[in-house]
């Protein structure tokens, strides 16, 4: 037992140095520590802001930089894509045409899914001024799965490849399958 509380000791000892070692190491000849404006507090928020840590803490599509001015040509509002609604064949024999998507499982979607077109959508806009409502509208099949995308937005997001990026996230989005094909018009404002 005796043997056991100094090992305890010791390592407490031990670890308390290493501790200090790190966080204040002598070797590296610190002249901070004697000046008396500089308290120890103050250099080690200063440590911290020094020795920041990259990658998952960082935001992802972090606005660096002048901001860019744009040109009323590359604000102007353009279509890119169509959505046509396929022509609807009456069969009177049976009634299992399906029905369409009813607003509740369309919010449902657009608010549970939507992330991948919203990165998209801010990775275009990266530093550009920029305040517009994208219209995102989209044919679901019977099956739940947009087939036809279209995208309303400032010329100057389809230049930095929004159109690709936005059709891939809007194709990725799952629906109820209801056995009828719905247009799907969503509005997305940005700031």
């Given at each position: 037992?005796?043997?056991?509380?100094?090992?305890?000791?010791v390592g407490a000892?031990?670890?308390?140095a290493g501790?200090?070692?790190?966080l204040?190491?002598?070797?590296?000849?610190?002249?901070a520590?004697g000046?008396?404006?500089?308290?120890?507090?103050?250099?080690?928020?200063h440590k911290?802001t020094?020795?920041?840590?990259r990658?998952?803490?960082?935001?992802?599509?972090?606005?660096?930089?002048?901001?860019i001015?744009l040109?009323?040509?590359?604000?102007?509002?353009?279509?890119?894509?169509?959505?046509?609604?396929?022509?609807q064949?009456?069969?009177?024999?049976?009634d299992?045409?399906g029905?369409?998507?009813?607003?509740?499982e369309?919010?449902?979607?657009?608010?549970?899914q939507?992330?991948r077109?919203?990165?998209?959508?801010?990775?275009?806009?990266?530093n550009a001024?920029l305040?517009?409502?994208i219209?995102?509208?989209?044919?679901?099949?019977?099956?739940?799965h947009?087939?036809q995308?279209a995208?309303h937005?400032?010329r100057?997001?389809?230049?930095?490849?929004f159109?690709?990026c936005?059709?891939t996230?809007?194709r990725?989005?799952?629906f109820?399958?209801?056995?009828?094909a719905?247009?799907v018009?969503?509005?997305f404002?940005?700031d």
């Open positions: 037992m005796r043997t056991f509380l100094i090992g305890l000791f000892v031990a670890g308390a501790t200090w070692l790190t204040s190491p002598p070797w590296k000849g610190d002249t520590l000046d008396p404006e500089v308290t120890p507090a103050i250099k080690v928020a911290r020094k020795h920041r840590r990658g998952r803490h960082r935001r992802r599509y972090k606005l660096s930089g002048k901001p001015v040109s009323p040509a590359q604000r102007a509002m353009v279509w890119r894509g169509s959505v046509h609604k396929p022509a064949t009456a069969d009177f024999s049976n299992s045409g029905r369409s998507l009813s607003s509740s369309i919010n449902g979607v657009l608010s549970s939507s992330g077109f919203i990165g998209c959508l801010k990775k275009a806009r990266g001024e305040s517009a409502t219209q995102l509208k989209m044919l679901v099949n019977g099956q739940g947009p087939t995308v995208l937005a400032p100057y997001l389809f230049e930095q490849g159109a690709g936005a059709r996230a809007a990725g989005m799952r109820a399958a209801t056995g009828k719905t247009v018009t969503a509005p404002t940005i």
